[in-house]
């Protein structure tokens, strides 16, 4: 079918006004909060046991960790891209919901919890070398490094249950069941938050009571989203857990593959940015360090906040592919960037007038806490600079157009990493920050350029390929 084809009259149109997209990204918002959240509760206990060495060891761990699981959350979005795109061909084979033809969804999250299983598994394996060889990498002080690895020795056990959650994730909001979403993290947050203030106050376990708590909450959750799976599809424990082997063919299984390694590419080259940006942090010593990993904690938030929106882009931008309808494309990407930059602006104007108080929550550390006051500015920039990038990026997972993907993070990568050390070399801890800024912008760059080509081309087929 080419661009210009009319979607089958069979099919009722894609609700693309802004009340659709706020309707998909609000829950979303809500559900992604309650994700840093975690992180942010965590940071906060820490960043009050006036330990400057235990708040940089926090900031190392939660950075380490995020370069091996972020680094799969292919997981998630190919998941997400799959679903959208197989509601958009349920409705362009018939009138039946997703819901009374179950099979095709329910494969896609069954081999989706297969690969986050074996992966997961696999880390674990690798647990002592991978904990070592990973604060070495980031340039770990001796004390910075001990805590670290207090933490990071309990939070493996949880690996397993975190790959999964990228998968549930994905799954449900590519059908745009976002308030699952919703549930299932908020259900996390929430016991995640109450088993800390447990281990770490009642029963004084300090690092590794922060770390336990986090992955009990996790494992539970699985538990939860399985349940809400279940309720979803409207089917029985049994056939929750029963393969349909035409659905696992090695045409399908290498097409899951092939577009998670395009994605992984992705993935890992903004993982190992990140990590570069915590090395330069680690190698200007403990206080730069522990100020960066509460400042970074605002980008953490505004991203999963921004995701929202890019969501509901994914969302609508997979179900217009999968229908080959091109000019409602372009309309689901006009309103998603214009709900999207306005959410930017909210959250950073929300920023500028809670920053004092947010810095003072995170630390009791004056060294640190002054710090972290002088760069505040920039951080509270990040949502405008970093939107674009966000946005973009659910346009492109909606596509499922892993190829191009793939290529701008290799483009992004050859640009990124000497630039970055130039400025830290020019100017340290202002360097830094300035590096965080020109990897968010050089990502909306190089996207914006790829999907400038294609409408100004007509070619959106070749960005999205035959599923």
Known sequence: MSAKSEPSHAMPPIDTSYKRIVAIALPVL??????????????????????????????????????LLVSFNFLQYASSGLAAQALGQLANNSNT????????LLSILQRALLLAFVIGAILL???????????????????????????????????????????????????????????????????????????VFAMQMGLAGVALGTTIA???????????????????WPVLFKADRQYFTTEKMLRLFSLNKDIFVRTLILTLS??????????????ILAANAILLQVLSIS???????????????????????????????????????????????????????????????????????????????LPLVGVGA??????????????????????LATIFFPLSWLLYQQWDMTGIWLSVW?????????????????????SYEKLQPEA
């Open 390 to 411: 966000y946005w973009l990026d659910g346009i492109f997972f909606g596509l499922t157009a892993g190829s191009v993907i793939r290529n701008a993070a290799l483009i």
């Open 218 to 236: 996790f494992w539970f959750g699985i538990l939860m989203a399985l349940w809400l799976s279940r309720k979803h599809l409207k089917i029985s």
């Open 125 to 199: 394996l690798a647990k002592p070398w991978l904990i070592d060889f990973g604060l070495q990498a980031l340039s770990a002080n001796p004390e910075s490094g001990r805590a670290a690895k207090t933490y990071l020795d309990v939070r493996f056990w949880g690996v397993i249950a975190e790959l999964m959650n990228f998968a549930f994730i994905g799954w449900f909001a590519g059908q745009g069941k976002t308030r699952y979403m919703l549930y299932q993290q908020g259900f996390i947050a929430v016991l995640n938050i109450v088993l800390t203030l447990f281990f």
């Open 97 to 104: 919901s997703a819901v009374s033809a179950p099979t095709p």
């Open 303 to 381: 991203a999963f906040a921004l995701d929202g929106v890019a969501v509901s882009a994914e969302t609508l931008s997979g179900q217009a592919a999968g229908r080959r309808d091109w000019p409602r494309f372009r309309i689901i990407v006009k309103r998603t960037g214009v709900v999207s930059y306005g959410l930017a602006i909210m959250l950073s104007a929300i920023w500028w007038l809670s920053m004092p108080t947010y810095l003072g929550l995170m630390t009791n550390i004056d060294s640190v806490f002054a710090l972290a006051y002088d760069y505040h500015l920039y951080a509270v920039l």
């Open 274 to 287: 990140f990590a570069w940006i915590t090395r330069l942090s680690a190698q200007s010593g403990d206080v």
């Open 30 to 67: 809500l559900a992604n909060l309650a994700m840093p959240l975690q992180s942010v509760i965590d940071t906060a206990i820490v960043g009050n046991m006036n330990d400057t060495a235990k708040l940089a060891g926090m900031g190392l761990a939660i950075q380490l960790l995020s370069l």
């Open 438 to 458: 020109c990897l968010l912008l050089l990502r909306l760059v190089i996207l914006g350029g790829f999907l400038y080509r294609a409408n100004q081309t007509g």
